[in-house]
C-alpha cells in the first residue's frame, strides 16, 4: 500500500495538517486504487533553523483558509441575511450566475433578482467537496432548498448544487444550478 512523506516547517496547526493528510490520501486514491485506510501519509516536521533555502533560513508560510468552511460560512451568512459578513468574504471582481442570469456582481443585484422568485430560501447540505485548482480551490456544494413562494406557500426538497471558486481565502465566482423554476411551473 502507497506510503507518502511530506516534509514541512514547524509551526502548522494540527486542523491544518488534518486537512493536508487528508488532500494527501484523496490525491494517491485519484491515481492508485487503494482503499483509504491502506493508504499512510507522514508528516516530517523541521524547525525553521533546520531549513534554508538560498542559505538562508525561512519561516513558514501560513496554512490556507479552509475553502469549504468559507463556503459554508457564505452560505450561512446569506441565509441570516448578514451582507456586511458576506460581503467580507468576497474578492472585489467576485461574480455569481444563477439559472437564467446573466453573470450578477453585486448582492443587491442578487437581492433585486431573487425579490420576485422567493420570500426566502434555505439549505439543507448533503455534501461538501474541494479541490485543488491552478489559483485556490473549487468547492462544491450540494442538497437541497426549503423556502416559502412570494405568496407564502411553503416549497421544500428541490435540488440545488453551488459551485465556488475561491483563492486567497476570498470568493471569486459563485455557479448555482437548481430545479426552482422546473418546480414552480410545475
Same mark, same amino acid.
Given at each position: 500500500?502507497?506510503?507518502?512523506?511530506?516534509?514541512?516547517?514547524?509551526?502548522?496547526?494540527?486542523?491544518?495538517?488534518?486537512?493536508?493528510?487528508?488532500?494527501?490520501?484523496?490525491?494517491?486514491?485519484?491515481? +492508485?486504487?487503494?482503499?483509504? #485506510?491502506?493508504?499512510?501519509?507522514?508528516?516530517?516536521?523541521?524547525? *525553521?533553523?533546520? &531549513?534554508? !533555502? %538560498?542559505?538562508?533560513?525561512?519561516?513558514?508560510?501560513?496554512?490556507?483558509?479552509?475553502?469549504?468552511?468559507?463556503?459554508?460560512?457564505?452560505?450561512?451568512?446569506?441565509?441570516?441575511?448578514?451582507?456586511?459578513?458576506?460581503?467580507?468574504?468576497?474578492?472585489?471582481?467576485?461574480?455569481?450566475?444563477?439559472?437564467?442570469?446573466?453573470?450578477?456582481?453585486?448582492?443587491?443585484?442578487?437581492?433585486?433578482?431573487?425579490?420576485?422568485?422567493?420570500?426566502? +430560501?434555505?439549505?439543507?447540505? #448533503?455534501?461538501?467537496?474541494?479541490?485543488?485548482?491552478?489559483?485556490? *480551490?473549487?468547492? &462544491?456544494? !450540494? %442538497?437541497?432548498?426549503?423556502?416559502?413562494?412570494?405568496?407564502?406557500?411553503?416549497?421544500?426538497?428541490?435540488?440545488?448544487?453551488?459551485?465556488?471558486?475561491?483563492?486567497?481565502?476570498?470568493?471569486?465566482?459563485?455557479?448555482?444550478?437548481?430545479?426552482?423554476?422546473?418546480?414552480?411551473?410545475?
Amino acid at each position: 500500500m502507497p506510503i507518502i512523506e511530506a516534509h514541512i516547517l514547524e509551526g502548522y496547526e494540527p486542523a491544518a495538517k488534518a486537512r493536508l493528510h487528508s488532500a494527501l490520501t484523496n490525491a494517491v486514491r485519484v491515481c +492508485v486504487a487503494a482503499p483509504e #485506510e491502506g493508504i499512510t501519509v507522514l508528516l516530517h516536521e523541521y524547525a *525553521s533553523y533546520n &531549513y534554508s !533555502r %538560498g542559505g538562508r533560513s525561512r519561516t513558514p508560510g501560513p496554512a490556507n483558509p479552509d475553502p469549504v468552511e468559507i463556503a459554508l460560512s457564505f452560505l450561512r451568512f446569506l441565509e441570516a441575511r448578514d451582507l456586511v459578513a458576506v460581503s467580507a468574504l468576497l474578492d472585489p471582481d467576485f461574480k455569481m450566475v444563477f439559472p437564467g442570469t446573466e453573470p450578477m456582481e453585486t448582492l443587491d443585484q442578487l437581492i433585486a433578482w431573487a425579490k420576485g422568485r422567493y420570500r426566502f +430560501v434555505k439549505k439543507t447540505i #448533503e455534501a461538501t467537496e474541494a479541490f485543488p485548482v491552478k489559483e485556490g *480551490s473549487v468547492v &462544491y456544494i !450540494r %442538497g437541497t432548498l426549503h423556502g416559502e413562494w412570494p405568496d407564502g406557500e411553503a416549497f421544500s426538497g428541490i435540488r440545488f448544487v453551488d459551485r465556488l471558486e475561491i483563492a486567497g481565502g476570498k470568493i471569486l465566482k459563485q455557479d448555482v444550478w437548481n430545479d426552482i423554476a422546473e418546480v414552480r411551473s410545475a
